[in-house]
């Protein structure tokens, strides 16, 4: 008789819900994702607070049907996706959990995870879901979405603003154009969350700790969850840049700045502004000064002078910073 009460507060005991933390130290921020597990349905939610750019979600693991439920309160939206390969049990993420201290993102493993959305889901396939996930996403939309991979996602690239340049141009041993500062943007919506996860052959998953960075496309008609997010880097494929790269490294390491991906457009132009060269003009000749003869475009603030017959002067043209031609000063042929 003994044996079967303890057996039956045993199976309480599990069967109850229980609230854990992990707390998380990520570039100069510290925040606390809360875990929630719930053996008897076995529901796992993971909530993780607004951050460094990154948005307040609750992600909602149902590991009967394999599925997880990414909750945005704050724009009314969720995402579906099939749960990650490998991400360990209830069980042992709780035991990782019991003997974890607070982590510093950087020295744990970081996967990125890409998602396009490929269907909306409607009020009738929500209902079917846990109480849990009806309750989070019942007033959201609420989109199935499938992993990408990263270059599908929109990324473009631009020039830093100025004034950020400038506070690492006034650095101790930092001399760099500051053409040598740009800044990736992609358009989307970042997330994260952690869990403890299993490459295919490993044995032992206590010490694999995974923060999985999340980026969604935009959702909706309106793209309601749509943001831009833009990040600097370094871009060593401008001139002078690389040569300045070592005397800049301790600052923008300092800093958490990286280079720039090896991407050909990060080369175009490097930032420069040029306008199309100019149509002809009857009777008249181009000179651009400072650029090649014939050239098919001529940077920002040079001009290019007009030459009619017998040397007379036809005027002035600039190229302003906007790309097109100040003609202001043109009197043109007779």
Known sequence: MRSIILAALVGLLHAEVVVKHLT???????????????????????????????????????????????????????????????????????????????????????????????AKVTPHQLSSMAHEVVAECGKSDVYQVKPVPEEKLKISYRRAPKSLAEVFMGSAGCHMADSCLWQTCQVGSDSCWWTVNCDVNEHDCDETLEHSSVVHDCAGQANEDCQISCKPCYNLQCPGCEEAWEGCRPTFESSHVPTCPNDPELGKNCGIVYCPMHADVPNGVWDCPGDDAGAAKIEEDHTCLLWCPNQVFGGVITCEHDGTWNEAALIGCN
Not at 60 to 78: A, K, L, M, R
Not at 93 to 113: C, H, I, M, N, Q
């Open 24 to 118: 998380i130290q990520e570039g100069g921020t510290q925040y606390t994702q809360t875990v929630t597990l719930d053996y008897e349905r076995n529901i796992q939610i993971l909530e993780v607070p607004a951050h460094n750019n990154i948005v307040h979600s609750k992600t909602i693991f149902d590991f009967s049907q394999g599925v997880i439920f990414e909750s945005h309160p704050e724009t009314n939206i969720c995402y579906m996706k099939d749960i990650p390969a490998g991400v360990v049990s209830m069980d042992k993420f709780s035991a990782f959990l019991d003997k974890k201290g607070p982590v510093t993102a950087s020295a744990e493993r970081t996967t990125r995870r890409v998602y396009a959305t490929t």
